[in-house]
């Protein structure tokens, strides 16, 4: 099993609708959860942190955790063409939550569709 | 601004000459990591550090070497590349409370 898995994809959605996408950890004493966003060719680039469990929204983007469950999602609502890329979700490892050790997810390929 | 610079960008070599890439941050960060990313693998780390001579292993450590001298460089050493080191590499850093991190702009790394 790996420690972060995701749906590799792709998630077509069509534009305005929403975009959810998922994410499991095995690690159970994992503290923190990002997700980044990856245009094709570029470096990734932070744009959710969650260290509780419940939901965290900012602007179109809302992330959700659940640790009994060991999952976590990123919902995009209201979808633009400019929001297709591969969605990365990375995990904490360890009791800590600034162990400097990150585990990537392989990503999600989001498609967004006028 | 704030920034993670990596050089060089683009790098073409031989098996067996020994490369650095350069890493650094201007953020004051305590955190810094190297990672790689291929195809079907997703992005692996392969070292990290903590603080100035403070670095531990990540996943993929074998055939890598890092230095931390001073906080804001983090340099990334192949002493004998091989082919199967040919990848995009990713140096990234993020302060002490949390592991939010900053990306470069990645190092496409091709070895022959």
């Known amino acids: 099993q790996k420690e972060v898995e995701q749906n590799s994809g792709p998630l077509s959605v069509p534009e305005g609708a929403i975009a959810s996408l998922n994410c499991t950890y095995s690690?159970?004493?994992?503290?923190?959860f990002f997700w980044y966003r990856q245009y094709s060719g570029k470096s990734p680039e932070l744009i959710m942190s969650?260290?509780?469990?419940g939901d965290k929204e900012d602007g179109r983007f809302t992330a959700q955790l659940n640790k009994a469950s060991q999952y976590v999602s990123l919902l995009i609502r209201d979808s633009q063409p400019s929001d297709s890329a591969t969605y990365l979700c990375?995990?904490?490892?360890?009791?800590?939550?600034?162990?400097?050790?990150?585990?990537f997810g392989q990503g999600t390929t989001l498609q967004v569709k006028p | 601004e704030a920034q993670v610079t990596q050089n060089p960008r683009y790098l073409i070599t031989v098996t067996g000459k020994k490369l650095t890439v350069t890493c650094s941050q201007n953020?004051?960060?305590?955190?810094m990591s190297w990672y790689r990313q291929d195809p079907g693998l997703g992005l692996r780390q392969i070292y990290y550090?903590?603080?100035?001579?403070?670095?531990d292993k990540g996943d993929v450590p074998e055939g890598y070497k890092v230095s931390r001298k001073e906080k804001r460089n983090f340099p990334l050493i192949l002493e004998s590349p091989s082919p199967n080191q040919t990848s995009l590499y990713f140096c990234?850093?993020?302060?002490?409370?949390?592991?939010?991190?900053?990306f470069g702009p990645g190092t496409r790394l091709t070895v022959l």
């Open positions: 990234a850093s993020s302060g002490q409370w949390n592991n939010e991190q900053f």
């Open positions: 690690d159970r004493v994992s503290q923190s």
């Open positions: 969650i260290y509780s469990n």
């Open positions: 990375a995990v904490n490892r360890g009791l800590s939550s600034n162990t400097g050790k990150l585990i």
């Open positions: 953020m004051n960060h305590e955190y």
């Open positions: 550090s903590m603080n100035v001579e403070v670095t």
